[in-house]
Nanobody, 119 residues
Framework: QVQLTESGPGLVKPSQTLSLTCSVSGESITTDYNYWSWIRQAPGKGLEWMATIVYSGSTFDSPSLKSRTSISRDTSKNQFTLQVRSVTPEDTAVYYC???????????WGQGTQVTVSP
């Protein structure tokens, strides 16, 4: 059984960098044909895809976030991490990490972690 667990600071001040980590158990993040993503949901809004790292290590970031994101991984810890630079209150959301299979949908999700951006 694949399990994903997000961890993060909870509260971040505007202009700071938000760092979130997703710890994965039950499968290696380098297993072929998997991809690992960060997705968020702001209050009253739908799910927003932010970034993905593929099993090969290739990364993709949402252009709507204007190059403020970086996704990376630590294969020794079986974790992947998202950084969001220059956060504003509009970055307040529940942040999820999720696994997808190439050609398929997201099939495993973390429970989500609340991040609030406030002075």
């Amino acid at each position: 059984q694949v399990q994903l667990t997000e961890s993060g600071p909870g509260l971040v001040k505007p202009s700071q960098t938000l760092s979130l980590t997703c710890s994965v158990s039950g499968e290696s993040i380098t297993t072929d044909y998997n991809y690992w993503s960060w997705i968020r949901q702001a209050p009253g809004k739908g799910l927003e895809w932010m970034a993905t790292i593929v099993y090969s290590g290739s990364t993709f970031d949402s252009p709507s976030l204007k190059s403020r994101t970086s996704i990376s991984r630590d294969t020794s810890k079986n974790q992947f991490t998202l950084q969001v630079r220059s956060v504003t209150p509009e970055d307040t959301a529940v942040y999820y990490c999720a696994r997808g299979r190439v050609g398929g949908e997201y099939d495993y999700w973390g429970q989500g972690t609340q991040v609030t951006v406030s002075p």
